[in-house]
């Protein structure tokens, strides 16, 4: 069977299940493009600008849990890419990237729009290939899906120069990989986890750290079991809310920088601390010296990379979180722990810094809680990165797995409207609210265009305070308010941009209104913004101080009005 | 016994790895992004065609070299990563030293490069040249006594280092290391 390169890339990407590729073409990548109309089953959707690309790609992947695809051509096309598959590295999600290259003969001459992308992507990439011959194709991109969505998931970056697409070759197709230098563990030790078990039958305060990998590996129902079934309180990363339903009488929240004081204080309480899918980020430890250091600690990844990186571990697993979980849950025996679970609803109750401030102003918290109340916490929640991130973690009751889809390790502002675009086309049916700061939802809100064009209901509400809002508290609290280049005073009318692109807008300013905007956006059958004009210097709190412990903890001072 | 595995600053490990280009950018740009320091590096083919061997010498506590060891292993091209205890390995390195001599000192510096067991491979009328074979240590101290002479240039290969027969008489490993091996890291 003869197949030039291009044909190759698209049959083998359909091999793999692939139904939609976001894209941007260009004259390296044009001879791949050419041939699409060959393939109507591969879904194009054009983005705007390449970042985009690779955003919605990544928000695709976070719903769907299959590898999202993004497309660019070579020079420009691939490094706009970047902090897309940064992002996307970051936080573990399995992505494929196909980028053209110059012709062979013109590598390494700085031809027209070359760029060296596998050499730039070296380190924000699980792994990239540049690809040399026609006939390697089949099997670079059957061993770039599979290095991508197994193990610890993570981006991988095909480049294919343009005369390779058109190079014509007899294909063959693999049907099984060789990669004697990529095996991973999945299994666990079971002496590990025999020990693991033990800790927790004799442990008396136990909490359990939930991450990532709990929706990466799939592993809720196996998270669930263990808790119930030994009455562990469950606290969840940012990345991990989702993984154990936040209105379940274990939930305890989410813990570090800015998550609720009383999980943070489970945390340090605690006498065993159950790690599972996470990597004990510096948002979450603070100063790792002071962090809790009163307990054992056992954790489970399938990274061993990320164990004993941050924290030291007394019972390292190295596995696939599901099935040690399953192999775990067997061992785990059956216990109340009365008075340990009443500690933690004292801890809640003398720390209630998830209650929203009643005052008659429109703060953020109280938006979103309306939000989350209107959607019955059933929707897909795509933030951008900052105050609006913290207070959409906090003050939105996530019941579902992969319901939070936001850049946490890389901390991507402009995530929020790409990555809404990709979670949509990944879950059709479901409602999809992009939170929006006004200052990401500016980086990227060309994408707008190509919601319209593709039919893509994302819903977004922008949290306009005029600021880049999260930089503004960090002067106020430690800069005496002086706030260097983050007011946003030109920010343009969000309600006639929309009139422009010919969606939905509308705008909030007083409290009564939020519900009525928010069920209007839902109703219009296409993308909505409504514009949120919330106080300007309205702070996330709790807050521990970046490198600091859980004991100097800012908690929201106490506010003159009453609680609701 | 020493340590358990060599002195807190000089820690050698090897990796078999993929023989394709691309690679040795992969592992450098790997311990660049770390932030971890590579002494002495030195690659070659191995025994299996297509694959090569690396020998590195990585500066850092344990801890810092246990993650050394994990992150090339996390790489898709290294295959397999072996921690070598420098008390069961064997460890040697190739130096050329060119020292200024002259008629009066040569036979003086001959007599140093004899108790190294090393060779002089060119002698011109102002300097000659010594060939010498061994650990770090052996060559660090046969320069140090050159310098005496002034030493105008010196070629390291870098340490190249290979684990003394594995059978049953080979130590066990430390219980910690050991717990670390049994879980998969």
Known sequence: ?564 | MATQNGSQDGHTITALVEDKPGVLNRITNMFRRRGYNIASLAVGPSEISGLSRMTFVVEGDPATVEQVAKNLNKLIDVIKVVDVSQDHSVRRELALIRVRSNVQNRSEIMQIVDIFRANIVDVAPDSLIVEVIGDEEKVDALIELLQSFSVQEVMRTGTVAMGRGMGPDRAPAPEGLRMRMESGL
């Open chain 1, 1 to 564: 069977m003869r197949r030039n390169g291009g044909q190759i890339v698209c049959e083998a990407l359909l091999r793999e299940g692939v139904d939609v590729i976001f894209g941007l073409p260009g004259g390296a990548i044009l001879p791949l493009y050419q041939i699409l109309p060959e393939y109507p089953e591969l879904r194009h959707i054009l983005v705007r600008h390449e970042q985009g690309a690779a955003h919605a790609a990544d928000g695709y992947a976070r719903v769907t849990g299959r590898p999202g695809v993004a497309w660019a051509t070579s020079g420009p096309g691939a490094t706009n890419l970047v902090t897309g598959i940064a992002t996307a590295q970051m936080d573990s999600v399995p992505m494929v990237i196909v980028t053209g290259q110059v012709g062979r003969a013109a590598i390494g001459s700085d031809a027209f729009q070359e760029t060296d992308i596998t050499g730039i992507t070296l380190p924000i990439t699980k792994h990239n290939y540049l690809v040399m011959h026609a006939s390697e194709i089949a099997r670079v991109i059957k061993e770039a899906f599979y290095i991508a969505n197994s193990g610890r998931p993570g981006p991988v970056l095909v480049d294919i120069p343009k005369d390779v697409f058109t190079e014509e070759v007899e294909v063959e197709w693999p049907d099984k990989i060789d990669l004697p230098g990529y095996k991973p563990n999945l299994k666990g030790h079971s002496g590990m986890i025999r020990r693991a078990a033990q800790m927790i039958n004799s442990a008396r305060r136990p909490v359990i750290l939930a991450g990532h990998g709990v929706i990466i590996s799939r592993a809720y129902d196996e998270l669930r079991e263990l808790a119930e079934t030994a009455q562990i309180p469950v606290v969840t990363t940012l990345l991990g809310i989702g993984c154990f339903p936040e209105d379940h009488v274990l939930s305890v929240g989410m813990p570090g920088m800015h998550g609720m004081a009383y999980a943070s204080l489970a945390i340090e309480e605690a006498d065993l601390l159950i790690a599972l899918g996470m990597r004990f980020d510096d948002r979450i430890t603070g100063d790792t010296s002071t962090f809790a250091t009163r307990s054992k600690k056992i954790h489970v990844d399938v990274d061993p990379t990320e164990i004993g990186k941050n924290i030291p571990v007394d019972v390292p697993i190295v596995g696939d979180l599901k099935r040690v979980l399953i192999e775990m849950n067997k061992r785990v025996e059956p216990a109340d722990r009365l008075e340990w679970l009443n500690e933690v609803e004292q801890l809640k109750r003398d720390h209630p810094s998830m209650l929203v401030r009643k005052t008659d102003k429109l703060i953020p918290q109280y938006v979103i809680k309306e939000i989350s109340e209107a959607t019955q916490g059933k929707a897909t929640i795509v933030t951008g990165v900052g105050q609006h991130q913290m207070w959409a973690a906090q003050h939105y009751t996530f019941r579902e797995p992969c319901s939070l889809v936001s850049s946490g390790g890389a901390g991507a502002m402009g995530y929020e409207v790409p990555g809404a675009m990709g979670a949509q086309v990944g879950s059709p049916g479901k409602v999809v609210w992009s939170i929006a700061g006004d200052g990401g939802f500016q980086m990227t809100m060309c994408e707008l265009a190509t919601m319209v064009e593709n039919r893509i209901p994302v819903k977004i509400a922008i949290f306009n305070n005029g600021f880049l809002g999260m930089v503004r508290q960090w002067q106020e609290l430690f800069y005496e308010r002086s706030y260097v280049a983050t007011g946003y005073s030109g920010n343009p009318d969000f309600v006639k941009l929309a009139d422009a692109f010919g969606i939905f807008g509308a705008r909030v300013t007083d409290k009564t209104q939020v519900r009525p905007a928010i069920m209007d956006a839902m109703k219009f059958d296409g993308p909505a913004i409504v514009d949120f004009v919330v106080e300007q210097e309205e702070n996330v709190y709790p807050m521990i101080p970046s490198g600091m412990s859980v004991n100097e903890m800012i908690e929201e001072p106490q506010p003159q009005e009453a609680l609701r």
